[in-house]
């Protein structure tokens, strides 16, 4: 039975979106506040704030439009800029959260901002002596260390009561990556590592009934996504047939590509399950999350990029 998004389930719940900015984090950002969540989005693009700490992106998406969105759908979207590598920012970010709002009940660790680092395909399976060192180190602080810092100054305010949800966003789950290599040496040490986080945090936060859980979208059609492919949300099957003059042909598996909303309405079902505990450890995907809770992406399909 299909679950359609409920206004109500997490109307009384404080979530913090951690790189809200664009792709996944957006999508459960807006997914969070379908379901009534006040979500506060984090990351480094803003409209309005400090220009010289923006994205390693040349993109135009910002924290407020991902707040505005939010707020659209349902929920109360409130956009603060937060460059999650510097641990005096996020100290000062759970102050203000602690001031604002006392507590937190969600935290998804989304922070990546390595997509253009890790370089195009055809540079993947480069090996480790050949690929520029500084570039790779900056990929494991961007992927992992962001998490850490996030994790040391914001879950004190999850842990204060049972019930609190910490969801780390990685990209393959943990069978997966245990036995597929995954682009280079960095990439494939950031995605296993995030798994790896769920499963240490959730051994410490079970004990204070609290739960963590890795999250895998699929193919994900995000904004950097859907414009490689020269093509929109609305006409991205396009990409499959070859059509889009001067841009690349997408490959089949794209077929089976999903909105970043997708998984946060999976993330929302589970944040809303009063027996979500039952999750903690665990490395799930997108697909994982909509069999098990019913949610569908937008077009009210499951596809399964990892099937």
């Given at each position: 039975m299909d679950a359609e998004p409920d206004g109500h389930t997490l109307a009384d719940r404080i979530a913090v979106?951690?790189?809200?900015?664009?792709?996944?984090?957006?999508g459960i950002a807006i997914a969070l506040g379908e379901a009534g969540a006040t979500v506060v989005c984090t990351g480094r693009s803003s409209r309005s704030g400090d220009q010289s700490i923006r994205s390693d992106y040349d993109r135009p998406e910002t924290i407020e439009e991902t707040a505005d969105l939010v707020t659209e759908h349902g929920g109360t979207g409130v956009a603060l800029q937060v460059d999650h590598l510097d641990s005096a920012q996020v100290a000062r970010l759970a102050e203000r959260l602690r001031a604002d709002?006392?507590?937190?009940?969600?935290?998804?660790?989304?922070?990546?901002?390595?997509?253009?680092?890790?370089?195009?395909?055809?540079?993947?399976?480069?090996?480790?002596?050949?690929?520029?060192?500084?570039?790779?180190?900056?990929?494991?602080?961007?992927?992992?260390?962001?998490?850490?810092?996030?994790?040391?100054?914001?879950?004190?305010?999850?842990?204060?009561?049972?019930?609190?949800?910490?969801?780390?966003?990685?990209?393959?789950?943990?069978?997966?990556?245990?036995?597929?290599?995954?682009?280079?040496?960095?990439?494939?040490?950031?995605?296993?590592?995030v798994n790896r986080l769920a499963f240490s945090q959730g051994h410490e936060l079970g004990a204070v009934g609290a739960t963590a859980v890795s999250v895998s979208p699929g193919w994900l059609r995000s904004e950097m996504?859907?414009?490689?492919?020269?093509?929109?949300?609305?006409?991205?099957?396009?990409?499959?047939?070859?059509?889009?003059?001067?841009?690349?042909?997408?490959?089949?598996?794209?077929?089976?590509?999903?909105?970043?909303?997708?998984?946060?309405?999976?993330?929302?079902?589970?944040?809303?399950?009063?027996?979500?505990?039952?999750?903690?450890q665990r490395s799930v995907t997108s697909a994982d999350l909509s069999r098990y809770y019913g949610v569908t992406d937008l077009d009210g399909t499951r596809p399964d990029g990892w099937a």
């Open positions: 979106v951690a790189g809200a900015t664009r792709g996944a984090g957006r709002y006392g507590h937190i009940d969600i935290l998804v660790n989304d922070i990546w901002g390595a997509e253009v680092l890790k370089g195009p395909p055809p540079t993947w399976n480069t090996p480790i002596w050949e690929l520029d060192l500084d570039t790779g180190l900056r990929i494991l602080r961007l992927a992992i260390d962001t998490h850490l810092i996030t994790s040391h100054h914001l879950v004190p305010l999850m842990v204060d009561r049972p019930g609190g949800l910490l969801v780390e966003v990685t990209d393959g789950t943990w069978d997966h990556n245990a036995h597929n290599y995954r682009i280079s040496v960095y990439y494939d040490l950031a995605k296993v590592s996504m859907l414009a490689n492919f020269g093509v929109t949300e609305e006409n991205w099957r396009a990409a499959l047939d070859g059509t889009v003059d001067g841009f690349p042909t997408a490959p089949e598996g794209f077929a089976q590509s999903e909105t970043p909303r997708y998984v946060g309405r999976g993330i929302a079902a589970l944040a809303a399950d009063p027996d979500r505990a039952r999750w903690n």
